[in-house]
């Protein structure tokens, strides 16, 4: 089978198992722009305690993230661990795009090659945070990399170490540039990830075993 089908199969056999499960978990955009910065380094148990703390002083938006002090964000993004660096980020990331775009909406509509290269040229938008604000915070065909997903396809066999991840710049493409389809396939592979697919595996009651390279040679034999 190609890597093109390969793809195809294993969003099947996850779709039946999980379905549509409706990520990113935000209200708005603008949150989940702040939720892709608070994640960084850390798990989103975390975040959780962090966005709380800004959604109950009404911080949960970039235009007032950027009228806000280090100071008071510091405070309520403690949870989130590296807290200094998120905070100078997210006062970076948000005074910028309002003071020169006024709104993440009209950023989004200079397009995407403009965006990719206006959020990448931020201080503190590694890979994986430019491409979960452009899938999940504006709505373009992206496909996001993270930890989960190099370890979920290195066991089941789609790649053969970490230096091919560019084979992932073809999903888009492969899905179609379906927006949903794409927010879903990473959403339950982070959701596999967490179920079965753990830094220590638990592969006998993973929908995967049919497919998995890891499966069939460190388990069955
Ligand atoms: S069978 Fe095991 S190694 Fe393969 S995807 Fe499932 S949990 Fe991961």
Known sequence: MTFDSNILLIERLLYDEFGDLNWWPANTSDEVVIGAILTQNTSWGNVEKAISNLRE???????????????????????????????????????????????????????????????????????????????????????????????????????NSERESRKFEKIPEILDYNVPRLKNLHAMIVEISKKNCKSKPFCESCIMRNICKYYKERILP
């Open 57 to 159: 002083e009404n911080l949960l938006d970039l235009k007032s993230i950027s009228e806000s002090s280090r100071e008071n964000i510091l405070r309520l993004i403690r949870p989130s661990g590296f807290y200094n660096q998120k905070a100078d980020r997210l006062l970076v990331i948000s005074t910028k795009i309002i003071s020169e775009f006024g709104s993440l909406d009209k950023l989004s509509k200079r397009g995407m090659e403009f965006c990719i290269k206006y959020l990448s040229d931020l201080k503190g938008v590694g890979k994986e945070t430019l491409d979960s604000i452009l899938l999940y915070a504006m709505d373009m065909p992206r496909f996001v990399v993270d930890k989960y997903t190099i370890r979920y396809f290195l066991r089941i066999g789609l790649l």
